[in-house]
């Protein structure tokens, strides 16, 4: 096995302990707004649809890529606008002492 | 391997810190008082990465990347200013593009490499489209389910688990053919089909409420395949994103099969939703005691602690509002108001959260189940709005009952008890509750809008406006 291969698995089982460690913590409360952002975040992979899309190496690869950014892009602003939505509701309660 | 060029250095770069920022933008989100900050540190990122990727020296044309971008920003926003009602149809359509975006891409890297793909690289693309392409139909099918397009009711037939494991079964035989043969290309699109079929059929046999966790089982299914997209392509940043998205997904697939006493597997391939035909004919005889607005006002009034229990109901009718109004109305006579909240009261994970936020409940006064508990035996009123199977007493005590075992909100613990409900027909999953046969338990018959409001009314300002 290729070097490289290696270093992969490595990262991925070092952002899984993340993940697990760091989204364990996150309150009940927030799971809707974890869900959406978490949602956003995995639209990174609209980085190899653009090039993809940018190499336009045949004609297949380059339609494919033009959908997958179209789908992606729309998750990565829809996906942080509903969560900053979200969060901006949620208030605590001195904000509103009669 | 070729050596890296200048500016290869440089968008590895913002790969790095991207996904340096991604993680502290999940860290940020524990709290309600850094999460905003969560949000802008996600977005730094992706801007980084995305304009980081536009230098890549590769690409030739930027034609299409621009026309998809502003595209898919077009339908990103209306996507992300949906009403909070309907967040769990969004969040399952966004699990849906995303594995479509993910399933494509693989595709096209298949064509493109074949018929010389390496065995590991297959191995992965193989896992990244059939997971891609499962939660792509999936997620649709979860959508169009949660939006009603869909029958909610779960469909069932004899030897459904057999099918569909026969489907997933295939689509993996055929995984590992092209493992081994990866110049078998008449055989690729057959290993997107069959998932895509599956897929579908998978959700067919599952009810709305099980929905919290079927959207959170898709969630990790996405960012799984994303994980495995970024293998394909080594990029480390996606194998990040992809596992942090993966992870989260599963934590909270588990959190909602406890909070529902099921395993996965019962989720999947047990179909819940049916009528249980009705236990024991005693029931009938037991009586049942009801109480009107100006009672149960009364009584609210009288209390130092009132519990709200909130369910889908009363979402379903756009309570949230009035509930407030009660909140302001109790708090001001000085009466210590919270709200206990059961990990699937709502269409997905968190969902009657954001519901009760939305209609400025302050986030402090909203309990989770563990909270709640211990809360009930000094709880002088607790008020269950719209909720039913997850304050069943019989979850606790009656071995026969179809939701022994799991975790309920023991709202029976209090001084008294009273139930907004529009009728005694038995809930979402057609178990009935001997709660409402309690003698601490009073029944509020009615619409949750209408009755909530008239409470209102009546502690306000006597029911003046009639």
């Known amino acids: 096995m290729k070097s490289d291969l290696i270093t992969s698995l490595y990262v991925f089982m070092l952002a899984a302990f993340i993940g697990f460690e760091v989204i364990r913590r996150v309150s009940p409360l927030l799971h809707t707004p974890l869900m959406s952002l978490t949602n956003a975040l995995d639209a990174i992979a609209v980085v190899g649809a653009i090039i993809l899309a940018g190499k336009q190496e045949t004609r297949l690869a380059t339609v494919l890529g033009t959908i997958a950014i179209v789908a992606a892009t729309s998750n990565v602003v829809g996906g942080f606008l509903i969560t900053d939505r979200m969060l901006k509701m949620f208030k605590a309660s001195r904000t509103q002492k009669p | 391997?070729?050596?890296?060029?200048?500016?290869?250095?440089?968008?590895?770069?913002?790969?790095?810190?991207?996904?340096?920022?991604?993680?502290?933008?999940?860290?940020?989100?524990?709290?309600?008082?850094?999460?905003?900050?969560?949000?802008?540190?996600?977005?730094?990122?992706?801007?980084?990465?995305?304009?980081?990727?536009?230098?890549?020296?590769?690409?030739?044309?930027?034609?299409?990347?621009?026309?998809?971008?502003?595209?898919?920003?077009?339908?990103?926003?209306?996507?992300?200013?949906?009403?909070?009602?309907?967040?769990?149809?969004?969040?399952?359509?966004?699990?849906?593009?995303?594995?479509?975006?993910?399933?494509?891409?693989?595709?096209a890297e298949y064509y493109l490499r074949a018929p010389n793909v390496p065995r590991f690289t297959m191995s992965v693309l193989s896992l990244e489209v059939i997971l891609g392409s499962l939660t792509f139909t999936g997620s649709l099918m979860a959508a169009g389910k949660l939006q009603e397009v869909l029958p909610q009711r779960p469909i069932t037939y004899k030897g459904q688990n057999f099918v569909n494991l026969g489907l997933l079964a295939i689509a993996i035989g055929i995984a590992v053919y092209l493992v081994l043969h990866p110049d078998a290309m008449y055989l690729y699109p057959a290993m997107v089909a069959i998932p895509l079929v599956f897929g579908v059929m998978m959700i067919i046999p599952i009810g709305g409420a099980d929905m919290p966790t079927v959207i959170s089982l898709l969630n990790s299914y996405a960012g799984l395949s994303a994980a495995a997209m970024g293998f394909v392509l080594d990029s480390k940043l996606l194998i990040v994103a992809g596992s942090l998205d993966g992870a989260s997904g599963f934590i909270l697939s588990v959190n909602m099969s406890k909070?529902?006493?099921?395993?996965?597997?019962?989720?999947?391939?047990?179909?819940?939703?049916?009528?249980?035909?009705?236990?024991?004919?005693?029931?009938?005889?037991?009586?049942?005691?009801?109480?009107?607005?100006?009672?149960?006002?009364?009584?609210?009034?009288?209390?130092?602690?009132?519990?709200?229990?909130?369910?889908?109901?009363?979402?379903?009718?756009?309570?949230?509002?009035?509930?407030?109004?009660?909140?302001?109305?109790?708090?001001?006579?000085?009466?210590?108001?919270?709200?206990?909240?059961?990990?699937?009261?709502?269409?997905?994970?968190?969902?009657?959260?954001?519901?009760?936020?939305?209609?400025?409940?302050?986030?402090d006064k909203l309990m989770d189940m563990d909270e709640a508990n211990p809360d009930f035996p000094q709880t002088?009123?607790?008020?269950?709005?719209?909720?039913?199977?997850?304050?069943?007493?019989?979850?606790?005590?009656?071995?026969?009952?179809?939701?022994?075992?799991?975790?309920?909100?023991?709202?029976?613990?209090?001084?008294?008890?009273?139930v907004i409900k529009r009728s005694m027909s038995p809930g979402f999953a057609g178990i009935d509750n001997p709660l409402y046969y309690l003698d601490n338990n009073l029944m509020l018959f009615g619409d949750a809008k209408q009755f909530v409001g008239s409470i209102v009314r009546e502690m306000t300002g006597g029911g003046g406006h009639g």
């Open chain 2, 380 to 418: 002088d009123v607790a008020l269950v709005i719209g909720a039913n199977d997850v304050t069943n007493p019989a979850a606790r005590s009656d071995a026969s009952s179809p939701i022994y075992g799991m975790p309920i909100l023991d709202v029976d613990k209090a001084r008294t008890v009273m």
């Open chain 2, 259 to 363: 909070a529902m006493n099921r395993s996965f597997s019962n989720v999947l391939f047990g179909a819940f939703g049916q009528v249980q035909p009705a236990g024991d004919a005693a029931q009938e005889a037991r009586s049942v005691r009801s109480a009107t607005p100006e009672e149960a006002a009364a009584i609210l009034s009288a209390a130092n602690k009132v519990v709200v229990v909130p369910g889908y109901g009363m979402a379903v009718a756009q309570a949230q509002h009035k509930v407030r109004e009660l909140y302001d109305a109790l708090t001001k006579r000085g009466v210590d108001v919270k709200f206990g909240i059961h990990p699937v009261a709502g269409r997905m994970p968190g969902h009657m959260n954001v519901l009760l936020a939305e209609a400025d409940i302050p986030y």
């Open chain 2, 1 to 107: 391997m070729t050596p890296m060029v200048g500016s290869q250095y440089v968008i590895q770069l913002t790969y790095l810190i991207a996904t340096g920022l991604f993680i502290l933008s999940l860290k940020w989100l524990s709290s309600p008082t850094t999460a905003r900050r969560g949000v802008w540190a996600g977005e730094a990122g992706m801007l980084l990465a995305i304009v980081g990727t536009l230098f890549y020296e590769g690409i030739v044309s930027y034609q299409w990347v621009a026309i998809a971008l502003v595209l898919g920003s077009i339908i990103g926003v209306p996507l992300g200013k949906v009403a909070m009602t309907a967040v769990p149809q969004r969040t399952a359509l966004s699990h849906a593009f995303g594995a479509l975006c993910v399933t494509l891409v693989g595709t």
